[in-house]
């Protein structure tokens, strides 16, 4: 089997903060394959973003502190790199694309500069040979006529265009892995399926493997191959799309999937919602973390955190209870 | 661009107007005159002098007269200055004036720029204390003082620097220092602030993410950040304002004059900065 690309272990990472210590990622494991495709779900506060930003050196240091784990790329550690090393890597081997294209793009700087800059420093490539890139980049985007286009500033572009400007941006350097951080939550409906398929038909032409972080799960199911399922700092599930969705094994997906609007369904039923909100992640209370939301909930899971268990081959769930026939499972 | 500037400066000719008017009548109002003095003049010579400066005449009919002289340039002889003109006076000390308040903000701004954006980006860190407290310092010690302690070290104690007088750098240190000291601290902390509100921006957070080397990242923060500065600067208070102790003289035409050319400066130097914003903040587009 091939190795991943990005393979995080236990990834620890706390705030400490004037209100207590927050376990904003507490253990979370995955591994990204070459070319691949992987989703990261959860509520929002539950740690996805921190996830990757802790990886790439981008949490603020204090109150930030990663205190346990390894995220090796391509066998080398990032959390052992210097920050200079790990600058290297950062924009030229991993990509990262941010939920809000009004704001990720400095407003007094031409796209034409803010495209080029990182080719020009990573590669030591020459304006002219990282122009000429952007424009290749920006055309494959769907940009219409990007010659035109280049030298304007940010605001002179549509939210959705400059979703697109910071897809291209990303891939100039022609990185091994794309980090989508919510890349469609800021944007309409009809251009979020835009973006969607955008990031799929790069990832078919350069094959670079995809991290498409998300709170929809309806999102990844139309983009990713494999799914982590996070909730307060832990993976709670991780699986392939398809047995996922066919059958959920953690409470938490289980009720994620209920709350997703079918077309299929009865008129009169209302959407599902999870009661009750996710916890902070400051107080935690003994036992698993879903426990105060949990239909399923047994004794044991007041009192000790399940962990994350393979139960199959692809197929890990942390959790006590068999959801399917009600059961506690056998350890 | 250019037809933004001219409509400007055409929109600057009633401002000028009226505050010349309202600086007339304020100065004309408010109780004493140029001559009034505790000694009691002779009558005789008394009307001598308002003859000689029209002070008898009705109050419109000298604002008319005042008006027609500015008109073509004139400012009037100064009350309390004998044999002077107003344009003499202001011409005398003009240059030194702007030499001073111009070297002086440009002092200001290579330190306290520097000093905030350097603040900002080590925040609570001793760089930022130290910045912060010596601007708290700079902004509460008044400049006299400042120029004396710096006068007292430098030209009396080391000899290395001259007591007084202006032209030479050796004399004009002091006095450049001391006042920009003061605005330094002001822009330290306006740089210090707008930065800090910069820094916190998404776009910071792309610009690391790329692997910029930390000095493009703040560069690309510090251009944004200077039209933030460039925004509040004009607020910055004091320059020419030694201009205007000659209200207190009741030197009625060198203080309208003054008041004029304080105007003058403002109005100029408002629109310089806003035309300095255009340039530094592409999303501002005059027309
Ligand atoms: N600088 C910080 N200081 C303190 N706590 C922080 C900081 N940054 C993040 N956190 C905490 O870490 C937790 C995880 O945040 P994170 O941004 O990873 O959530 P997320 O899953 O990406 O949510 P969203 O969907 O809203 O983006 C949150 O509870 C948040 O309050
Ligand atoms: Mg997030």
Redesign the pocket.
């Known amino acids: 089997m091939a190795e991943p690309v990005l393979s995080v272990q236990n990834l620890v990472t706390r705030?400490h903060?004037a209100d207590g210590v927050?376990r904003?990622v507490d253990g979370v494991s995955f591994d990204l394959m070459p070319g691949g495709s992987l989703g990261i779900v959860?509520e929002?506060?539950?740690?996805?973003?921190?996830?990757h930003l802790s990886f790439l050196g981008l949490i603020?240091q204090p109150?930030?502190k990663i205190e346990g784990g390894k995220a090796l790329f391509k066998g080398k550690d990032l959390l052992a790199m210097k920050p200079g090393e790990l600058r290297k890597v950062r924009g030229n081997d991993i990509a990262v694309i941010f939920q809000d294209p009004m704001t990720s793009l400095n407003p007094v700087l031409k796209i034409s500069l803010q495209m080029t800059e990182g080719m020009m420093i990573h590669k030591g490539a020459s304006r002219a040979e990282a122009e000429a890139r952007a424009l290749e980049l920006l055309r494959a985007v769907g940009i219409p006529s990007p010659e035109k286009r280049f030298h304007d500033y940010p605001h002179q572009f549509s939210g959705g265009m400059r979703q697109r400007v910071m897809i291209a941006m990303a891939l100039m350097c022609e990185p091994a892995a794309l980090i989508a951080d919510?890349p469609t939550t800021a944007l309409d409906v009809t251009i979020q399926a835009q973006i969607l398929e955008l990031i799929q038909k790069m990832r078919k032409e350069t094959g670079v493997a995809v991290i498409l972080i998300t709170?929809d799960l309806g999102v990844v199911a139309s983009v990713c191959e494999d799914i982590l399922v996070m909730y307060a700092g832990r993976v709670v599930e991780s699986a392939a799309t398809g047995p996922l969705f066919a059958r959920p094994l953690h409470p938490y997906t289980f009720s994620l999937l209920r709350s997703i609007p079918r077309l299929d369904a009865e008129r009169k039923e209302r959407l599902f919602s999870i009661p009750g909100l996710p916890p902070d992640?400051i107080h935690n209370p003994p036992g698993c973390s879903f426990n105060p939301r949990c239909p399923f909930a047994v004794k044991r899971c007041f009192s000790k955190e399940p962990p994350l268990t393979e139960i199959g081959p692809g197929r890990k769930v942390a959790c006590w209870v068999d959801i399917e026939s009600k059961k506690e499972r056998a350890t | 661009m250019l037809r933004y500037v001219a409509r400007r400066l055409l929109t600057a000719i009633p401002v000028l107007w009226i505050i010349v008017t309202i600086t007339f009548f304020m100065m004309r109002l408010a109780p004493g005159g140029p001559f009034s003095r505790e000694r009691v003049m002779p009558a005789e010579v008394q009307k001598m002098i308002e003859e000689r400066y029209h002070l008898d005449e009705p109050l419109v009919k000298q604002y008319f007269r005042y008006m027609g002289n500015l008109l073509r340039g004139d400012l009037g002889p100064s009350f309390r200055y004998k044999d002077r003109s107003v344009n003499e006076i202001i011409a005398a000390g003009l240059p030194t004036t702007l030499q001073l308040g111009s070297l002086a903000l440009l002092f200001a701004l290579l330190v306290g720029i520097p000093a905030g954006c350097l603040a900002a980006f080590r925040q609570n860190s001793a760089v930022d204390y130290a910045a912060m407290s010596f601007s708290m310092v700079g902004v509460s010690v008044p400049n006299f003082v400042v120029l004396s302690t710096l006068i007292y070290f430098f030209a009396v104690k080391l000899k290395i620097l001259t007591v007084s007088g202006w032209g030479r750098w050796d004399q004009m240190i002091c006095p450049v220092v001391a006042l920009g000291l003061m605005y330094s601290a002001y822009i330290a902390r306006l740089s210090r602030a707008g930065m800090l509100e910069v820094i916190r921006q998404d776009f910071i957070r792309t610009a690391r993410a790329k692997g910029l080397p930390e000095r493009l990242v703040i560069m690309g923060a510090a251009i944004l950040t200077g039209s933030l500065i460039i925004e509040t600067i004009s607020g910055v208070p004091g320059i020419g304002r030694e201009f205007v102790n000659s209200a207190l003289n009741r030197d009625y035409t060198l203080t309208i004059g003054t008041v004029i050319l304080y105007s003058g400066f403002l109005i100029i130097f408002n629109l310089a900065v806003d035309i300095v914003y255009a340039f530094l903040d592409p999303r501002i587009v005059y027309e």
Do not use: D, I, R
């Open positions: 705030f903060t927050v904003a959860g929002s506060g539950c740690g996805k973003s921190v996830t603020p109150p930030g919510e709170h992640l």
